[in-house]
């Protein structure tokens, strides 16, 4: 699970084990009492969708607004930058990484940045090419 999270997402993969077990241990405690896998699935189902809903309301677009956008993606990767080996050098690389995402102006494909390792130097070394 923890793997497919890495792969998927990049990020989360000590929160999205450690919830998953908690949802089990729970599901566990809620069969003993002989409540039906099925009721308990429709549960999660349930939260899942009042969860989407939530995040819905309060989730606010910024992307009409240049300044307050590039404030929003700079707060985003630092966050996740936080986790990392490169916690030392977020600022650095948060400002990097919210350039690239700038430079693909909206089509959303990602996979047109490419990170290109090279021996020597120091992380603070890392650029942007064009």
Do not use: C
Request: proline share 1%.
């Amino acid at each position: 699970m923890s793997k497919v999270q890495d792969d998927e997402v990049g990020d989360g993969t000590t929160s999205v084990t450690v919830l998953a077990a908690e949802l089990l241990r729970e599901a566990e405690l809620l069969i003993a009492k002989k409540i039906h896998p099925q009721i308990i699935i429709g549960g999660w189902r349930k939260a899942t969708q009042a969860a989407r809903d939530a995040l819905r309301e309060a989730a606010v677009d910024h992307g009409s607004d240049e300044l307050k956008f590039q404030v929003d993606l700079m707060n985003i990767a630092r966050t996740t930058l936080s986790s990392k080996l490169l916690t030392h050098h977020k600022e650095h690389f948060a400002k990097l990484a919210v350039e690239a995402v700038l430079r693909l102006k909206g089509s959303g494909n990602l996979e047109a940045i490419h990170v290109i390792k090279k021996l020597g130097g120091s992380l603070t070394d890392s650029y942007l090419d064009e």
